[in-house]
């Protein structure tokens, strides 16, 4: 069975910090590893990565897929309040009988 | 341009209920996913739709079903309700289907949180 594990499950920094948030994954074809970041409702998109050791980087958000050791960082530097959210893993397997597998997500705090 | 839109926004029913939620979808996208949120189990693969055909099934019983149509807008049923399936169920939408070669961004709407007593 399909499985993405994110650590750590919360995380409690101040402004100014820097936090990297991990994701896991065992999944049958292998397509790609998405970023997603909740804040109330809706997810909203932040990084697909599908290829081994190239960064995606977005402002102070920047991303990296390991496809040997099967696991995803997301960096997030000088973090702001506004940070404070889910961030959710996903992962696209499956081959033709496509599969999106979410992880429990990651409950980043970020106190002023 | 407008997002993805979901009604209703919350929902209350009782067990042994059906219900029936509504995704519209941006304009000019033609897959739409659904997807199940709750605390334990986190965001989970419902179905997925592309043009009034479902491509993909996640794990779920036969009582969660779907249906599109021909201007994208999907519903999702869900009969003999559970209190198990209290949850946030939510709606993305993208260009292509997800189970297709391409690889497109999928949008997310707001949710309807549905309530069973």
């Known amino acids: 069975e399909d499985k993405v594990v994110q650590s750590p499950l919360s995380l409690v920094v101040h402004e100014g910090d820097t936090v990297t948030l991990n994701c896991s994954y065992e999944v049958t074809n292998f397509r790609s590893l998405l970023w997603y970041k909740q804040e109330k409702k809706a997810p909203t998109f932040l990084f697909m990565l599908t290829s081994s050791g190239i960064e995606k980087k977005s402002g102070r958000l920047s991303s990296i897929l390991d496809k040997k050791e099967l696991f995803s960082i997301l960096n997030i530097t000088a973090t702001q309040t506004g940070d404070s959210a889910v961030y959710l893993c996903?992962?696209?397997?499956?081959?033709?009988?496509?599969?999106?597998?979410f992880g429990k997500g990651t409950l980043l705090t970020v106190n002023p | 341009k407008a997002g993805v839109t979901q009604t209703p926004r919350y929902l209350i029913k009782t067990r042994g209920q059906q219900v029936t939620l509504s995704c519209s979808p941006i304009?000019?996208?033609?897959?739409v996913s659904w997807y199940q949120q709750t605390p334990g189990q986190g965001l989970q693969f419902l179905f997925e739709?592309?043009?009034?055909?479902?491509?993909n099934k996640g794990n779920f019983p036969g009582r969660f079903s779907g249906r599109q149509f021909s201007n994208s807008r999907s519903e999702m049923n869900v009969s003999t309700l559970e209190l198990g399936d209290s949850a946030l169920y939510l709606c993305?939408?993208?260009?292509?289907?997800?189970?297709?070669?391409?690889?497109?961004?999928?949008?997310f709407g707001p949710g309807t949180r549905l309530l069973v007593l």
């Open positions: 304009s000019g996208h033609r897959s």
């Open positions: 993305a939408s993208s260009l292509v289907s997800r189970g297709g070669k391409s690889v497109e961004t999928q949008y």
């Open positions: 996903a992962v696209e397997g499956g081959g033709s009988n496509y599969k999106l597998t």
């Open positions: 739709y592309f043009s009034e055909t479902q491509r």
